[in-house]
């Protein structure tokens, strides 16, 4: 069990997510008390977008600057682009009602992980970030929303690359 816990301790996020393990990041586990404490969740057609928007109150609360939101590209769109010291930091946000058949994360496959990277490479050169001496990393917010409780917020920090 000791050599478990070791392994796991050194493993990356990708490395946890793989193994189904969701470890929180340093900011760990938050049930939202501040962001939606009198709100009733959101009808399932806009629990997306108010999902996104407690995601966005959830990162400027921790810190980053939101750079955008909903950035559309030919093929997809980056949920949110925000700023945390010198680093570029681009957002997935997945939220669900349950994590009944799949945790929200395990949704972001390689192939969307892939279109993610393509389409923040667009947006970090057109912007020229390169030349201002930012770093791009890219995370993953989950949002599990039963109806009848608060969210559960998990941040993933450099949840791939």
């Known amino acids: 069990m000791q050599q ?3 392994t796991l301790h050194n493993a990356t996020d990708f490395h946890r997510m793989q193994l189904g393990l969701y470890f929180h990041c340093l900011i ?16 399932k057609d806009q629990l997306g977008e108010a999902g996104e928007k407690l995601a966005v109150q959830f990162l400027k ?8 939101r909903n950035v559309r590209f030919s093929f997809g769109e980056i949920d949110v682009i925000a700023q945390s010291r010198k680093t570029l930091v681009f957002v997935e946000v997945k939220t669900r009602q349950s994590a009944g058949y799949c945790h929200p994360v395990e949704v972001v496959d390689a192939k969307k992980r892939q ?22 990393r890219f995370d993953i917010i989950t949002l599990i929303w039963p109806e009848s409780d608060q969210p559960k917020i998990e941040h993933f920090v450099d949840a791939f690359r």
């Open 4 to 6: 478990l816990c070791s």
């Open 61 to 68: 609360a921790n810190g980053y600057q939101i750079i955008a």
């Open 115 to 136: 279109n993610i990277k393509q389409m923040a490479m667009q947006y970090y050169h057109t912007k020229k970030c390169a030349d201002k001496g930012f770093a791009m």
């Open 28 to 43: 760990g586990r938050l049930f939202c008390r501040g962001y939606a404490a009198s709100k009733k969740r959101p009808a």
